[in-house]
């Protein structure tokens, strides 16, 4: 599903060019648990993003479902994550003033989907994640581990093939770290959706099947 | 999505609440001044619209040589325009200014115990076709006015009259200078709207002063005359006619019938051009003033973008705390345009909650603001031609350029800025914003120095040595309903005012200063004069001999009338008193010793004095050359008092002046106040000039407060560490207002030469003016310096005084 080639990014500070990621190959099946590591400024976050489509690269090819994804326009790139990649983040990144429903339901408005068929998939998705008593509050009525699981749902709304966590447990205690990792390896093994998660809990990473490990901007060692 | 966005969008302003009540009140202001602006605008627009022959209707003016133009055309030409020129369809004769007096209405069957009074100034004599030609509905009665000793009346005259609108065949005697004459109301017509140039209470048919009982002695009001001007000559052509064919036509007409027109030319002046000129150099006179109108609409449209310039300001400030949201929304899939959508529609409801504060605030403030324009407004002007939709696109466009430079700025930032926040830290927009605070500074010192001026010409006009004492003095009106011995009356009078204790001087005149002379002539010069002089103009000006010690006008040479030779009057008494400006253009020379020198007027006429040049009108004029003639004139009465406990001594002549004058009502006015009226155009403009600065003042300080609290939030990191490493309060506030102290700068700069060559221009109207000094900048740029750092001091000590560990704790 993606392919790493080379791929570098820099950034140029007082004519010195320091490396954020450097000379990264990287092969992702469909289907696959991956989970990142290394230390601060290794570059996960940085990784993350460019696979994301986030943000973009200096040097080197990234292929997304045999797509050249640097040669693609800016529009047919958004499309492609919108259409394939759900994320999620370590502060939630809720919207403040929309309730558990409306912040679910956000990614289908961005897609035009009817109301109808709208209404019908955040039902289920507050039913699977059973939040349909919650589904009027707010995110400051929630506790953190509900509002990932709030910034989950939203990320599966629009049914994607590659959840991208950016330290999803970071801001949560063990027990509801723990809750949020059971839901990924089900989510991995029953749905078939691909994870890709950073983290700097080897607890954590052991969820998933391969751990890459960055230092420096480089990839150290690929475990499993 | 759109009830998404709207949710998201009032839940926003809700929880902003601060943020969403300076925005929308501002807005709100701002526009709320621009529809108050665009009332007048409308109202000045719409002037004479209503007449239905308004494109065929044409004001006859005449040029001279040197393009000074004239509107007052003796009536006797009329008739040979009417019948001699082709094109013409219609000619309306209108004298205004000679049939004010006072009506009285005799009962339902001549019972004269119900009759009443009333003084009435609105009185036109006007042609028999008058309210055929033009459009004012009758509510009563019929049209013409044809016959001699007819009239028509307004509904409100009417009521006050005789109680109701249904007075056709009533009569009513007029009592003016032309006499006590009956007149039959012919018809009622329907109040005439404020948007006319043409305004009467009272129509009297000019063909009553074709009889000679009807003049009373006042031969230069026969209509048939063409050598005095006192009608204005309104011409309807046919649809085809050529206006510049038909006023050469009546250029030729004029100077066959009468050779001393020979230097004139005639001109039709177009409805369309008579309230407003077609640009700021139509040499003809206007009933409204295009400047005026040009200069109010760019104070509407500047306010209206110094509160668009707020918006955007506080939106896109506003914007950090929603980076966040911004963020997210791209990661979830939202498209730029989607985004900007949001935003726009945001901007939206803003707009329309602003607008509708907007109405509430024009409703309120109306009253205030009629008593400023001196005129009945309402929102019901803008109900017109292309007002409505100007004002709405014009509102619509600007909310689409703020809201959607705001949405454009938002939605660009990269989803992984925003939604880490670091929004704050990128410089983009920020000298666009810095821009517009300077712009909104400039307008707003422009306002102050504009406010300043105008106050400190006010003030030199009203207060510098105007060469006469105003002081005091109270003016009565005196009779013009007259009895059989009316002249030993007014002896009477006056011989008694002469034995009142309070009044220690007093004069009658048959006009005061301030209000204006008796009338203009030319054919006056020295006995041996140059040529040319005989076209010379002076002004003239009857008065008794008390005339100069009340008010106070002193001599250069020789010494007011005497007693005889006022009571003969000037043509008997054969003596004039000139003042040294028409000394001058008479051709003495300067210090020539002129008293009992003789001049030419028809016939030789002595100079008994010549007074020092003062100021009868306003400063807007320059010093004309006047001549006074003695007589015994009763128009107004002059009355000095020492000034203390009037209400009196005013009850005390009121008494007086119904013994001796029954059946005049009693009227009075303050010499002072009637010449300060000379400045209520000005005074107008000033009050609006502060008003304007005002509120641009405010609007640009919230635009000023929501720049500071950016540079605030920009800048947490920074003033944590400085406070960390031991900075005092006093030294980051200093830090953070020193900016902006420097785009108050900028913004003098810019608005300084700009306010300078408005004023300069603005003084040019007066013939005599202050110079523009110094000061009046430096206090302008130290006001709006000032108030920014009030305003800006208020954020910076409020970041100053934050807990560095908050700032520096975050990532």
Redesign the interface.
């Known amino acids: 599903m993606i392919t790493l080639n080379h791929l570098s990014k820099w950034v140029t500070v007082g004519g010195i060019r320091t490396f954020l990621l450097k000379d990264i190959n990287l092969t992702i099946g469909e289907g696959e648990f991956i989970s990142i590591m290394g230390p601060s400024g290794s570059g996960k976050s940085t990784l993350l993003?460019i696979l994301?489509m986030?943000?973009g690269f200096d040097e080197g090819e990234y292929l997304f479902l045999n797509e050249q994804v640097h040669t693609l326009k800016e529009?047919h790139r958004?499309q492609l994550?919108?259409d394939h990649i759900g994320?999620v983040?370590q502060a939630y990144?809720?919207?403040?003033?929309?309730t558990v429903y409306?912040n679910i339901?956000?990614?289908l408005?961005?897609?035009?989907i009817k109301t109808s068929e709208r209404q019908a998939m955040v039902a289920d998705m507050l039913d699977r994640f059973q939040m349909v008593g919650k589904k009027n509050l707010f995110p400051s009525q929630l506790s953190g581990g509900q509002q990932q699981l709030v910034g989950i749902a939203?990320a599966l709304i629009?049914k994607p093939k590659l959840i991208l966590a950016d330290e999803p447990t970071g801001n949560l205690n063990s027990k509801q770290g723990e809750e949020i990792m059971e839901l990924f390896t089900q989510l991995n093994k029953e749905d078939g959706v691909s994870i890709i998660q950073v983290t700097h809990n080897e607890k954590n990473a052991a969820y998933g099947k391969r751990i890459v490990h960055l230092l420096d901007g480089r990839i150290e060692k690929i475990e499993g | 999505m759109f009830k998404n966005y709207f949710t998201v969008a009032l839940r926003n302003l809700k929880r902003n609440t601060t943020f969403s009540v300076i925005n929308i009140a501002g807005l709100a202001f701002g526009l709320a001044v621009f529809l108050l602006i665009m009332e007048f605008v409308a109202g000045e627009w719409s002037a004479n619209r209503f007449q239905k022959n308004y494109d065929t209707l044409y004001r006859l003016a005449t040029t001279d040589k040197n393009n000074n133009t004239g509107y007052y055309i003796a009536p006797g030409f009329a008739p040979a325009i009417t019948t001699k020129i082709p094109g013409v369809q219609a000619v309306v004769r209108v004298a205004d200014g000679i049939g004010d007096g006072v009506l009285t209405a005799t009962g339902a069957n001549g019972n004269s115990s119900t009759q009443k009074n009333f003084r009435e100034n609105n009185v036109l004599y006007v042609e028999g076709n008058f309210l055929e030609v033009f459009s004012f509905p009758l509510a009563d009665g019929s049209t013409s006015l044809a016959t001699p000793q007819t009239m028509a009346i307004s509904e409100n005259m009417a009521m006050k009259l005789f109680g109701t609108v249904q007075a056709a065949g009533r009569t009513v005697i007029m009592s003016n200078q032309f006499g006590n004459t009956p007149y039959t109301v012919k018809g009622v017509f329907k109040n005439m709207p404020q948007t006319s140039d043409i305004q009467a209470q009272v129509l009297l048919s000019i063909h009553t002063l074709e009889n000679a009982a009807n003049r009373d002695d006042n031969n230069w009001a026969d209509p048939s005359t063409t050598e005095s001007g006192f009608t204005n000559i309104y011409v309807q052509l046919g649809s085809n006619a050529n206006a510049a064919a038909v006023a050469g036509g009546i250029t030729n007409t004029m100077h066959r019938i009468n050779s001393n027109t020979a230097e004139q030319n005639a001109y039709l002046q177009p409805f369309s051009n008579l309230h407003l000129g077609p640009d700021f150099s139509y040499p003809y006179q206007t009933y409204g003033s295009l400047k005026l109108v040009v200069l109010l609409l760019s104070v509407a449209v500047l306010i209206l973008i110094i509160a668009w310039v707020n918006y955007i300001n506080l939106s896109t400030v506003q914007s950090f705390t929603r980076a966040k949201e911004t963020g997210v929304r791209k990661v979830l899939g939202a498209s730029r345009w989607q985004l900007s959508f949001q935003y726009l529609s945001e901007t939206a409801i803003i707009t329309i909650v602003a607008a509708l504060m907007a109405i509430v605030l024009v409703q309120l403030l109306q009253p205030v603001f009629n008593g400023f324009a001196g005129k009945e407004l309402s929102l019901a002007m803008l109900n017109q031609g292309w007002f409505w939709l100007a004002g709405v696109g014009f509102i619509i466009v600007g909310a689409i350029l703020a809201g959607g430079y705001v949405s454009f700025v938002l939605s660009g930032y990269s989803p992984i800025t925003a939604i880490r926040g670091k929004i704050a830290n990128s410089v983009k927009g920020i000298v666009l914003r810095k821009g517009l605070v300077v712009f909104q500074f400039s307008i707003s010192i422009i306002f102050i120095i504009a406010t300043l001026i105008l106050y400190q010409q006010l003030e030199y006009m009203k207060t510098s040595n105007l060469g006469i004492n105003l002081q005091h003095l109270l003016v009565i009106k005196g009779p013009t309903v007259s009895s059989e011995n009316q002249a030993a009356l007014n002896m009477a009078f006056k011989d008694k005012l002469a034995q009142t204790p309070f009044i220690s001087k007093f004069s009658a005149s048959n006009n005061v200063p301030g209000v204006g002379y008796n009338f203009s002539a030319a054919g006056i010069t020295k006995l041996n004069p140059q040529k040319g002089d005989d076209k010379k103009n002076y002004f003239m000006f009857i008065s008794d001999e008390h005339f100069f010690d009340t008010y106070a006008i002193n001599f250069s040479q020789g010494h007011s009338f005497t007693a005889n030779e006022a009571a003969t009057g000037w043509s008997n008494a054969g003596k004039v008193i000139i003042n040294e400006k028409a000394a001058a253009q008479l051709g003495f020379a300067h210090n020539e010793n002129i008293v009992g020198k003789k001049i030419l007027w028809g016939k030789e006429y002595e100079i008994a004095g010549v007074v020092k040049d003062y100021h009868h009108l306003s400063m807007h004029q320059p010093i004309e050359p006047v001549i006074y003639l003695p007589s015994v004139s009763f128009v107004y009465f002059t009355i000095q008092t020492d000034g203390s406990n009037m209400q009196a001594k005013i009850s005390s002549l009121e008494s007086m002046y119904k013994t001796y004058f029954p059946g005049n009502p009693f009227e009075y006015f303050f010499a002072d106040d009637t010449y300060n009226a000379q400045f209520s155009a000005e005074q107008q403009l000033g009050n609006l000039c502060i008003a304007a600065a005002v509120l641009a003042i405010c609007i640009a300080c919230m635009g000023l407060l929501g720049l500071a609290a950016f540079t605030a939030k920009q800048r947490i990191k920074e003033i944590g560490i400085r406070k960390v490493l031991g900075a005092s309060v006093f030294s980051i506030t200093q830090l953070l207002s020193k900016d902006f102290l420097q785009l108050v700068g900028i913004a003098a700069v810019i608005a300084f030469p700009l306010a300078w060559w408005a004023m300069y221009t603005w003084l040019q109207d007066f013939a005599y003016r202050i110079s523009i000094s110094w000061w009046v900048f430096a206090i302008a740029g130290a006001t709006a310096l000032c108030i920014a750092l009030l305003t800006v001091s208020f954020q910076a000590i409020k970041a100053a005084l934050a807990n560095p560990v908050n700032s520096l704790r975050s990532e």
């Open positions: 993003n994301g986030l943000d529009k958004s994550y919108k994320f983040f990144h809720l919207i403040d003033e929309l409306e339901e956000t990614p408005l961005y897609k035009s939203r629009t």
